[in-house]
C-alpha cells in the first residue's frame, strides 16, 4: 500500500526467519523480486520454495526456472548446471532437463559430461530414427573430440543393433577397425559392406579388399585367391557385363 517495495522484502524475509517453510512469504518474495528484477535473489527464492512444496511436478518446475533465470540472465553456467542436475535427482527420466544439460555441456565443450547425457538420451527418446541420431553425435564426439576410437567402435555398433543395415554405420566402423588394425572385425564389416552397397562396381572394390585383407593381415594366400577367383568370375559373367 505504500509503495515501499524494499521494506516490503525486508519484512516478508524476516518472516522466512521466524517460519522458514512459510510459503505465503516465499511467493510475496517472489513477486517483489519479478518487479524489481533482483534475477539473483528470484532465482534463490525458487530454490527455498522447491523445499516449501511436496508435488514433484512442481518442484521440477521451480527448479527450471531457477535455472533458466542462472543460465540466460546472469550467466552462471555452473550453477545452472547443478539445479539441471537436481532435477535428474528428482527424475531421471526427464528429457527437459537431459537437453538443456546438452546445450550446456556443448557450449562449454564438456566432452567426458556431454557423453553421459547422449547415453541417457538414448534410452529416453523412443523410436530408433532417433535413437540413431543421438547415436551418431555420440560416436563422433568420440571419434573427433574424445579420440577414444573403442567407445566410437562400440557406440556405431549399437545403431546396427537398431538398424542392421544402416550403411553410414557400417562404412564408420570400416574406418576405425582399419585404424585400430582389428583386422578380423574389419573383414566381417567389408563383407557386410558387399552385401549393402548398391553399386556393382562398388561391391568389386570391397571383395577386392576382402582378399587382400586375407594377404596382408590375416595370412591366408588360399581364401585370397579363392576369393580372387569368385571376384574374376562375377566380372565375366553376362549379368555383371
Not at 528428482?90 to 547425457?117: K, M, N, P, S
Request: glycine share 2%.
Amino acid at each position: 500500500q505504500l509503495q515501499d517495495l524494499e521494506r516490503a522484502v525486508r519484512h516478508y524475509r524476516e518472516v522466512l526467519t521466524i517460519d522458514p517453510m512459510n510459503l505465503e512469504a516465499a511467493t510475496c518474495l517472489e513477486a517483489a523480486y519479478q518487479i524489481s528484477e533482483n534475477y539473483a535473489d528470484l532465482a534463490a527464492i525458487y530454490l527455498k520454495k522447491v523445499e516449501m512444496v511436496a508435488d514433484l511436478m512442481e518442484q521440477k518446475e521451480l527448479l527450471f526456472k531457477a535455472s533458466q533465470i542462472y543460465e540466460e540472465l546472469l550467466e552462471n553456467t555452473d550453477r545452472a548446471i547443478e539445479v539441471y542436475l537436481r532435477i535428474l535427482e528428482i527424475d531421471e527420466d526427464d528429457i527437459r532437463a537431459i537437453t538443456q544439460l546438452e546445450g550446456v555441456y556443448l557450449r562449454l565443450e564438456r566432452w567426458e559430461e556431454l557423453q553421459d547425457v547422449y547415453n541417457r538420451k538414448v534410452d529416453l527418446v523412443s523410436s530408433p530414427d532417433e535413437k540413431k541420431e543421438v547415436l551418431y553425435v555420440l560416436g563422433a564426439m568420440y571419434e573427433r573430440e574424445l579420440k577414444d576410437v573403442r567407445k566410437a567402435i562400440n557406440t556405431y555398433q549399437r545403431i546396427l543393433e537398431f538398424d542392421p543395415d544402416d550403411f553410414q554405420a557400417v562404412q564408420r566402423l570400416d574406418i576405425l577397425f582399419t585404424e585400430a588394425g582389428e583386422w578380423a572385425d574389419l573383414l566381417s564389416v567389408l563383407e557386410r559392406e558387399v552385401q549393402l552397397v548398391q553399386d556393382p562396381d562398388e561391391a568389386v572394390s570391397y571383395k577386392y579388399r576382402v582378399a587382400e585383407l586375407y594377404v596382408r593381415h590375416l595370412d591366408d594366400v588360399t581364401r585370397a585367391v579363392e576369393r580372387s577367383e569368385e571376384h574374376t568370375s562375377e566380372l565375366q559373367s553376362p549379368n555383371t557385363i
